[in-house]
């Protein structure tokens, strides 16, 4: 018996349905794995046709177009080690999550996956069938058990596993982010090798799929819960992971052991890593947004530079008669910071033909809300005419906390394609920026240094549509709504948890209010960066008619 094994580990982005352009890197993978003397080779779940494949994977085109993929990437790969990748798998009127095991030019096994998840941004149990608890898969003498992601959050199919002679665990996950997730998925995968007694590889993909960042951070475990290799988070690489035959079994050598990066950094990248590859994989290279001299649009214009550089951003001032001469200071000094492209766009002429356009179906009516939105969707009009005429996707800026009680114009600044900040509150707004300034990494195409002005972050919020207008003038302090909003949408707390929690009612039932009412709001805003597990889109999903309110 052999008494070492190497696994080459692909820690990969896949792109979503370039079912070709994801062989290919299997491909890459396992020519590398090849090269290294591997024994197996390994991709991620679901990795031919990408993750989350939401009802794309029904279509029994894609499930034929998988199919063929793989079993040609099974002749191409005959000559060398075994290859691993998750796909599709149609059989009998039956569609499973699948893992497919490739050798001698042949599909060699199938291992399907038995607990479905249904839960946050997952709906397994509607797209696929749940496999039987199986056994361990051959890679010449040696015997390999893979629970397919969830399947390694319960004990039974490990379990199953060691009991029908699996020597080692290699568990490929499609895992998105969310602030600390690392930690359960490590307390999880502990439990299975302190359950079974055996060594774990845990194999996560990277990269951007809509509002989803996959964040690697693969690792390997001995006998006993000890680290032996951990991968960095969101970076595509190859590893190799050797595992040694010992008196009691297999023991994984020790290799790189990579620090986890502080959650403000994690959620930064996220934001950063959600824009380049959502760009990249829509195929547009340019993006441009509306610079007010807020913190909001700061923050975005700062993540574009970083995410996809500077020559590839315009930043837009369209100032009205309410613009401050500090917001106009503040747009164009971070514009110069960022090295942006930076266009000046007055909409005063073109809001004074609106109104006068409207005059005569508004005459005797008090000027109002409406006026204001008039000046936010002139913006919007004028944005996107900008992005049809130069091909450059718009960005919009609105924060969680404005998202979540609708303190936003729907066509107006909700305009655009993706919104990186869509699931961070405002007070993490601020918390980011001062990360920002402080901080640089490799990763980040910007500038180092205080990118963002003092002046922007320490300023009262405001949309400057009227006359002397505040944030607070409309809605309670952020560090107030934040916290309520925190309680209500992201603990499904009730009314009376939030009033126990030293909220005053009255404060609490009118955020209820806006919350439900802004829900059509939502249901036609952008997609954006996903950071925590009631992200508003696929997390949270709440019907748009809907009388209840909480009077606990």
């Known amino acids: 018996m052999s008494d070492k094994f190497r696994v080459t580990l692909a820690q990969a982005n896949p792109t979503m349905g370039d079912i070709a352009g994801n062989a290919a890197k299997a491909k890459i993978a396992w ?16 990795f031919i046709l990408g993750y989350n494949p939401q009802d794309l994977v029904m279509k029994p085109a894609v499930q034929a177009a998988c199919l063929e993929a793989i079993k040609q990437l099974a002749l191409d790969c005959a000559d060398g080690p075994a290859l691993a990748i ?11 999550n699948a893992y497919f095991v490739l050798n001698g030019g042949k599909i060699v096994s199938k291992q399907l996956k038995h607990h479905l998840p ?10 696929f069938d749940s496999g039987p608890l199986g056994g361990p898969y051959a890679v010449g003498n040696t015997r390999v058990g893979s629970p397919i992601c969830e399947d390694a959050w319960f004990e039974d199919v490990a379990e199953t596993l060691e009991e029908t002679g699996a020597e080692f665990l290699l568990v490929p996950n499609g895992s998105p982010y969310y602030r600390d997730k690392f930690d359960r998925r490590m307390s999880h995968m502990v439990a299975r090798v302190i359950e079974t007694g055996l060594p774990l590889i845990y194999l996560n993909m990277v990269g951007g799929q809509d509002d989803q960042v996959f964040d690697g951070g693969s690792f390997v475990l001995n006998p006993g819960g000890h680290l032996a290799v951990q991968l960095p988070v969101f970076d595509e690489m190859i590893a190799h992971v050797d595992l040694v035959r010992a008196e009691d079994g297999w023991v994984a050598e020790q290799g790189d052991r990579h620090l986890l990066p502080s959650g403000e950094e994690q959620d930064y990248r996220v934001c950063v890593e959600a824009l380049r590859d959502y760009m990249g994989k829509t195929g547009f290279k340019k993006v441009l947004l509306g610079l007010s001299g807020g913190i909001d649009s700061a923050l975005v214009a700062t993540i574009a530079v970083d995410a996809l550089g500077a020559e590839n951003v315009r930043c837009v001032m369209l100032p009205s008669e309410y613009t401050s001469q500090g917001s106009l200071d503040d747009a164009e000094d971070i514009a110069i910071r960022l090295g942006v492209h930076y266009d000046y766009v007055p909409i005063k002429e073109g809001r004074q033909a609106i109104t006068n356009t409207l005059a005569p179906l508004f005459e005797g009516l008090d000027e ?5 939105n008039i000046q936010s969707r002139l913006r919007g009009l004028l944005l996107m005419a900008m992005s049809n005429k130069f091909g450059e996707m718009l960005l919009t800026t609105g924060n969680k906390s404005e998202v979540a009680v609708g303190y936003a114009t729907i066509y107006g600044d909700m305009n655009g394609g993706y919104n990186p900040i869509k699931d961070m509150y405002k007070t993490r707004v601020f918390e980011t920026c001062r990360w920002r300034n402080d901080n640089h990494r490799d990763w980040m195409d910007g500038p180092a240094g205080e990118v963002i002005p003092v002046s ?6 405001s949309a400057e549509l009227r006359p002397d207008q505040k944030d607070e003038d409309s809605l309670p302090p952020y560090d107030v709504l934040d916290g309520i909003l925190d309680l209500l949408v992201d603990q499904e707390k009730s009314v009376a948890d939030c009033v126990e929690a030293g909220y005053e009612r009255a404060t609490v039932k009118r955020v209820e209010h806006l919350l439900y009412i802004s829900e059509y709001k939502r249901f036609q805003s952008a997609p954006g960066a996903r950071l925590s597990k009631k992200a508003f889109w696929m997390d949270r999903r709440y019907p748009i008619v809907n009388r209840f309110r909480d009077e606990s």
Do not use: Q
């Open 31 to 46: 020519d590398e794995g090849k090269a290294a003397g591997a024994d197996l080779v390994a991709m991620p779940e679901m």
């Open 86 to 96: 998750g796909g599709p798998y149609a059989d009998n009127d039956k569609l499973y």
């Open 118 to 127: 249904n839960y946050n941004v997952f709906d397994e149990v509607r797209l």
């Open 368 to 372: 109002g809300l409406t006026e204001e």
């Open 456 to 461: 922007i972050i320490d300023k009262p919020p």
